[in-house]
């Protein structure tokens, strides 16, 4: 049987997961039979235990020109920040099937996708989907596809995902114009982990691509790059109802489950082997995950213990139940003066941490205070050493400090022509440089710039979206480490410097910034019985200053015989209200002072 | 006459209580009697009134002379030494009720008072109106000015002409009240210190015996509160008000008025005793619907519904009964304590100070700080932080709370680093 190992990659909403289901629905599953009893099976099992069986292959089969072609469906990650993911899964197909959306035409991620899958050496069959729909504009968009990434426009298939219009040409092209997995370089088994999830039933499941030799059950494994060694209990396939093998061959796809406790112990893009007759070499392309965005989650109430469980140890078990199912992001325990314990914690970027947040407050039921979002800083030091921080707090000693290195990453934007002023002055006013831009048709154009990490993190997305109205996309690649002039701005309240409000930013903005948010803590801040002076300073050098009047208030205004409960009551609610704020250099600070720091304003 | 308001009055909890355990051994020094009609309710009061609906004075002065009976039963009056009547506006009953009323409560006291007080609003008091008190005994009229500029009234939805108050007071010095107390309220939003300057220039024409002056409260489940969380009110700047609080004090002693408590100011001899008695912790005894009342530690509300109160046999059930721990009654005290200017005498500071380290170290760090201040042997918050009384009174009553180290007072502040200076802790 031939085999044809291919991905879907679009943008986001272009219609993907409706094209995969047509996709399945279309084929024939590999046992039909077999395949039935066993979805009953785990539809059972689902509903007893609660769990969730993802799948990130499916194969199915297909028959064409006379030849009966397995066909392995491999999902890739469906964001931004898990390019590395993405990658790993593209490289273990021979293919990929770009849909671009007909209404909505080529967008930031679609290129960015491609350019992956091209990079990965993929054939790529251009689909145009949702032609059915009214706005559809099969034409002008393959048009943009042949303008942007160079794919002929009469080599688009067009689809509707909906009806099923066009699906048979695109089964049959797959089969067609996608080539056959390369054969073996070595004779020792070599499989590429793609994915891997957490079920609470099997423990870890694997997912890998056979490059070299075969993989079968009961074989002692080694992982390449972490080192760990497990043996094998189980092999099977998705079609789409999971399917138990013996052995998964050579070219093929499979999951694997070898008694793997937590996803902590398995690394997208390491190279399965045996342990007793290794490969030499692994599958090029591993790399650790990278964690490049990092902020605080402090429970939003602030119990740190009493009778109950405090709210702390609830944050506490949710963080750590999430981190099974997503080994991707770190956490420590974090400690502040001003909002009690917390953890620290990593992520791949900016759309991993929205999502780790939202999960935990949803799936762990925790309501939670966020810090702003800080990037991770390289710090060459005076001795020739390096540290990486990801806190500003620890930054060391600027006497000792060479230079600060801080990410950068390569932005390309996909907006209506006559927005394209408006999004230069952004990215210019945050440290963008220009690198070029495109046509993508009469109407849209591409603006490539880079810029730092940093400048990103806050809200320049949510300011693209409102400058184009929606219409503007955006993707984003971290593509190292550079210096600049970079500070630590100290932010001093009543002369005492409140280290949760310290940033790390550019010199040449570093006034600008920091005078903002001290007008924010102005605003947060009430007045006290002696006037506070806020201040910003940069090693010593107070850069900013505003200051927040004593108090001259007689709320005291009338009190006679029939006012006393009362106004005792509403002394202790105040001062119940004062007691939740922090206490810092004799200021009450409110926990939505330690917030407001988190927006900026342009 | 409009329709009152829709605004939900404070009815207290369900729980209905019984007080005659506490009268028994009671000897109040002070009566409250509250009569709760109004001809119209203001919008800033939260005072419990019920538009006049003549009809029912009738059936409530018949329930209260009956309730007062009953107390003389129940209770020792022959500590009492001042009656005070308010409300509402006591002055709207009709002038043969409002007699009737006035003498059955003043024949409460064992011995006649030495201050019985009415409040009135200025378009109430007729020359039969200022006879009738005069008649009943009262010697002492409060009067509810708030302003003399009708835009101002009309903000707080005051109805009354400013113009009827020199009138009304004519009308009560022709009958022989001499004691006369004007109530007015500054930090009206949308009023400057020139207004206000004038309001109490107007006031003083008058002669005034006695003057309140009030910051605007913005009291919850007001229509002011209401008006402010739509926005379309503002409340003034709190430099402004402070200013106008300052200013009222330099005028007013100029004008030969002594501050005795942060909102009122009296010529020598002046003050109002009944008042005295609130601020000094003393017991009273609380007459009609509403009315609050201090019982040897147990502070009450008569039961605040007129329906119910009518139909009740007397004494009234009462809500909110509070026998508060010691340690918040001595809290009380202290909030009450420290709104005289006379402060409180060193014998009373060191007995509640006894067995409380914590509110013995508030009150050291609130001396060291300058805000309380040591004065003839009586302690008392000094000048400079009357603006800020609340915030000393407020550590005194939860004493656990924050207690900032090392704060200074007003205009003792260190400057803090100046911007261009080396910081240097």
């Known amino acids: 049987m031939k085999v044809r190992n291919f991905s879907i990659i679009a943008h986001i909403d272009h219609g993907k997961s409706t094209l995969a289901d047509r996709l399945l629905h279309a084929t024939k599953a590999v046992d039909q039979r077999t395949g039935r009893d066993q979805m009953l099976d785990s539809m059972d099992l689902e509903r007893e235990r609660g769990i969730t069986i993802k799948s990130s292959a499916v194969t199915v089969t297909h028959e064409f020109k006379g030849e009966t072609y397995q066909l392995n469906f491999i999902d890739t990650p469906g964001h931004v920040?898990?390019?590395?993911?993405?990658?790993?899964?593209?490289?273990?197909?021979?293919?990929?099937?770009?849909?671009?959306?007909?209404?909505?035409?080529?967008?930031?991620?679609?290129?960015?996708?491609?350019?992956?899958?091209?990079?990965?050496?993929?054939?790529?069959?251009?689909?145009?989907?949702?032609?059915?729909?009214?706005?559809?504009?099969?034409?002008?968009?393959?048009?943009?596809?042949?303008?942007?990434?160079?794919?002929?426009?009469?080599?688009?298939?067009?689809?509707?995902?909906?009806?099923?219009?066009?699906?048979?040409?695109?089964?049959?092209?797959?089969?067609?114009?996608?080539?056959?997995?390369?054969?073996?370089?070595?004779?020792?088994?070599?499989?590429?982990?793609?994915?891997?999830?957490?079920?609470?039933?099997?423990?870890?499941?694997?997912?890998?691509?056979?490059?070299?030799?075969?993989?079968?059950?009961?074989?002692?494994?080694?992982?390449?790059?972490?080192?760990?060694?497990?043996?094998?209990?189980?092999?099977?396939?998705?079609?789409?109802?999971?399917?138990?093998?013996?052995?998964?061959?050579?070219?093929?796809?499979?999951?694997?489950?070898?008694?793997?406790?937590?996803?902590g112990d398995v690394r997208v893009g390491d190279t399965v082997t045996l342990e007793h007759d290794a490969a030499r070499e692994a599958l090029p392309g591993y790399e650790e995950p990278k964690q490049m965005v990092f902020c605080d989650f402090y429970p939003a109430t602030g119990s740190e213990g009493g009778g109950k469980r405090s709210d702390f140890e609830s944050l506490r078990e949710a963080v750590e139940r999430l981190h099974i199912n997503d080994a991707s992001f770190t956490y420590e325990v974090q400690h502040s003066e001003a909002l009690g314990f917390g953890f620290r914690c990593g992520f791949l970027g900016l759309l991993h941490m929205d999502i780790v947040q939202e999960r935990?407050?949803?799936?762990?039921?925790?309501?939670?205070?966020?810090?702003?979002?800080?990037?991770?800083?390289?710090?060459?030091?005076?001795?020739?050493?390096?540290?990486?921080?990801?806190?500003?707090?620890?930054?060391?000693?600027?006497?000792?400090?060479?230079?600060?290195?801080?990410p950068m990453v390569k932005i390309e934007v996909i907006c209506p022509e006559e927005n394209i002023g408006d999004l230069m002055k952004l990215a210019e006013g945050r440290r963008g440089i220009f690198k070029g831009q495109r046509y993508v048709s009469d109407t849209r154009q591409i603006l490539d710039y880079e810029l730092p990490l940093a400048e990103i993190i806050y809200d320049f997305y949510d300011k693209l979206k409102s400058i184009t109205r929606g219409y503007g996309t955006m993707d984003y690649e971290i593509i190292g480490y550079e210096v600049e002039n970079l500070a630590r701005v100290e932010i001093l309240i009543n002369g005492a410097p409140v280290e949760a409000l310290s940033l790390i930013c550019h010199r040449s903005n570093a006034e600008y910034r920091s005078r903002l948010i001290l007008q924010k803590l102005r605003k947060q801040i009430d007045r006290h019985q002696f006037e506070i002076p806020l201040q910003a300073a940069i090693g010593g050098k107070i850069i900013a200053r505003e200051t927040i009047k004593a108090l001259r208030k007689n709320v005291t205004a009338k009190c006679y015989g029939g006012d006393v409960t009362r106004k005792r009551k509403l002394l202790e609610k105040q001062k119940e209200g004062k007691k939740r704020m922090k206490n810092v250099g004799s200021v009450n600070i409110p926990q939505e002072a330690f917030m407001a720091v988190l927006e900026q304003e342009d | 006459m409009d329709d009152p308001p829709s605004i939900p009055l404070p009815l207290g909890r369900d729980r209905r209580d019984d007080l005659s355990p506490h009268l028994r051994d009671a000897r109040p020094e002070a009566i409250y009697a509250h009569v709760p009609f109004c001809r119209h309710k203001c919008h800033y009061c939260d005072f419990y009134s019920l538009v006049d609906q003549r009809d029912r004075q009738p059936a409530f002065v018949d329930r209260l002379l009956r309730e007062a009976d009953r107390l003389k039963e129940l209770t020792r009056l022959d500590g009492v030494e001042t009656i005070f009547v308010g409300g509402g506006t006591p002055t709207l009953l009709d002038p043969p009720l409002l007699a009737r009323t006035l003498r059955s409560i003043r024949s409460l006291a064992t011995r006649p008072p030495q201050e019985f007080t009415v409040e009135a609003n200025p378009e109430t008091v007729t020359a039969e109106v200022a006879q009738t008190l005069r008649d009943s005994g009262v010697d002492r009229v409060s009067m509810g000015c708030q302003s003399f500029h009708p835009d101002h009234l009309k903000t707080l939805e005051r109805w009354h002409d400013p113009a009827c108050v020199p009138i009304a007071v004519d009308h009560l010095r022709n009958a022989g009240i001499q004691r006369v107390s004007l109530d007015l309220i500054f930090g009206i939003p949308g009023s400057t210190l020139e207004d206000w300057l004038g309001d109490l220039e107007t006031a003083l024409a008058l002669d005034p015996a006695h003057l309140s002056c009030y910051g605007l409260v913005f009291e919850p489940a007001t229509p002011l509160v209401e008006k402010r969380r739509l926005g379309t009110i503002a409340p003034i700047d709190e430099d402004l008000e402070a200013e106008m609080f300052e200013a009222t004090r330099e005028r007013l002693v100029a004008a030969g008025f002594e501050q005795y408590e942060i909102s009122n100011w009296a010529k020598p001899g002046e003050r109002c005793r009944h008042n005295l008695v609130y601020w000094r912790n003393g017991d009273w005894l609380g007459l009609g619907p509403a009315a609050a009342g201090h019982l040897r530690g147990v502070r009450y509300r008569q039961v605040p519904r007129l329906e119910e109160w009518l139909d009740s046999t007397p004494p009234a059930p009462v809500v909110d009964l509070e026998r508060a721990e010691p340690s918040v009654q001595r809290g009380e005290r202290w909030m009450m304590g420290l709104r005289l200017r006379d402060g409180m005498p060193r014998d009373v500071v060191e007995s509640l100070l006894e067995d409380d380290p914590a509110r013995r170290l508030v009150v050291k760090r609130h001396l060291e700080a300058g805000r309380l201040e040591w004065r003839d042997e009586r302690l008392r918050i000094s000048d400079g932080a009357l603006v800020v009384a609340d915030l000393v009174v407020s550590d005194l009553v939860v004493p656990d709370g924050v207690v900032p180290d090392g704060v200074v007072p007003d205009g003792a502040v260190p400057d803090g680093v100046r911007p261009d200076e080396t910081l240097n802790p």
């Open chain 1, 360 to 406: 935990l407050e949803r799936e762990g039921g925790v309501d939670i205070v966020q810090t702003a979002p800080t990037v991770s800083y390289m710090v060459d030091l005076n001795d020739g050493s390096t540290v990486e921080i990801h806190n500003p707090a620890d930054l060391p000693d600027m006497s000792k400090v060479q230079a600060i290195r801080e």
């Open chain 1, 81 to 263: 920040d898990f390019t590395y993911e993405v990658s790993r899964a593209l490289t273990a197909c021979e293919g990929a099937v770009l849909v671009v959306d007909s209404t909505q035409g080529v967008q930031a991620q679609t290129v960015a996708n491609a350019y992956l899958a091209v990079d990965n050496d993929l054939e790529l069959i251009p689909v145009v989907n949702k032609i059915d729909l009214p706005a559809a504009d099969p034409d002008g968009v393959a048009m943009e596809i042949e303008q942007v990434l160079g794919l002929p426009a009469e080599d688009a298939i067009y689809v509707s995902a909906k009806s099923g219009k066009g699906i048979p040409e695109l089964l049959d092209a797959i089969c067609d114009e996608f080539p056959d997995p390369p054969p073996a370089t070595t004779d020792k088994l070599r499989a590429l982990i793609f994915d891997s999830n957490y079920d609470d039933y099997r423990g870890v499941v694997v997912f890998v691509r056979v490059f070299d030799g075969e993989l079968k059950v009961g074989d002692k494994i080694r992982m390449m790059g972490t080192g760990r060694t497990f043996t094998v209990t189980e092999l099977g396939r998705y079609t789409p109802f999971p399917e138990k093998l013996k052995r998964i061959g050579q070219g093929e796809v499979g999951y694997m489950v070898a008694a793997i406790k937590t996803l």
